[in-house]
């Protein structure tokens, strides 16, 4: 298996694309360790469907808009995991409003939770993260290209792949290799297929179709594994061809 004895923590592991990066990694062989907001019962049947694979996996409440919060998730699971190799940070939350409806609080909460938070829980987890480790990031092709009522949502991302880049640099001396993943539509609780604005947005995608979370969490394997060796600071879209 890629990732035998390799240890990894994903945020906002409970649902959706982060419950598949967990599934993914673990069935790889990593030991998984996840986060989440509020939802303990979809992050319990994480945990659950990863063991009842033969896999090892711990879930921990803590608000990535919350930097006391966060910290304490990243202790505690690099304390249960015995050191991190593999950081995804994965927890996200976009709001829909253009410019005249946004307000202070959404875009504090955006920013919080979607930048803020994986500022703090890279440095949180740095002295755990073990050198020719891997932190991956999940922005969005909204970070490049601009859809319906979700333009702080875009500058969030945007700003996800700016701290990749620097990080990248920063830490290329111990190896640690640091990557985007960009997803284009996917089909999650928070951009359902069948919403009023995925009909808005399906004509972009030549695929025609929104994707799949196994298919962002292929992505992430491949990047948390032994053939990516010579990659960071990238970012890998994954949309069916909308940035195309
Ligand atoms: P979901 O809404 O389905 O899941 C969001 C996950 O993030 C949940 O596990 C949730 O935990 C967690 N989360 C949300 N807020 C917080 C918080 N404050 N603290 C800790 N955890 C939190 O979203 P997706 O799976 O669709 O999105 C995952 C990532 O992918 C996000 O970063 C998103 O921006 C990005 N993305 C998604 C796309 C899509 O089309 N779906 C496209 C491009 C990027 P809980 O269950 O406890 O609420």
Do not use: C
Not at 72 to 87: K, N, P, S, Y
Not at 99 to 105: C, F, L, R, Y
């Amino acid at each position: 298996m890629s990732l035998a004895r390799k240890t990894a923590l994903v945020t906002g592991g409970s649902r959706g694309i982060g419950s598949a990066i967990a599934r993914r990694l673990a069935a790889d062989g990593s030991a998984v360790a996840i986060t989440y907001g509020g939802n303990k019962a979809a992050a319990d049947a994480t945990v659950a469907a990863i063991e009842g694979a033969g896999g090892t996996a711990f879930a921990f409440q803590a608000d990535a808009a919350d930097p006391a919060s966060q910290r304490a998730g990243v202790e505690q699971a690099a304390a249960a995991l015995g050191g991190i190799d593999i950081l995804v940070h994965n927890a996200g939350v976009a709001e829909f409003s253009t410019v005249a409806d946004d307000t202070d609080e959404t875009f504090d909460r955006q920013f919080g939770v979607n930048v803020k938070g994986l500022h703090v829980g890279t440095r949180a987890a740095l002295p755990h993260l073990r050198d020719g480790g891997r932190i991956i990031l999940i922005g969005s092709i909204s970070g490049e290209m601009a859809f319906p009522a979700t333009t702080v949502y875009s500058a969030t991302k945007a700003a996800v792949a700016a701290l990749a880049r620097g990080w990248a640099k920063d830490l290329a001396p111990r190896n640690i290799l640091v990557n985007t993943v960009q997803p284009g539509p996917i089909d999650t609780d928070m951009n359902p297929a069948d919403s009023d604005f995925a009909a808005q947005v399906l004509g972009a995608i030549p695929l025609g179709r929104y994707g799949k979370v196994e298919e962002i969490a292929g992505a992430v394997a491949f990047l948390a594994g032994p053939d990516a060796s010579y990659i960071t600071g990238t970012t890998l879209n994954i949309d069916g061809g909308a940035t195309a």
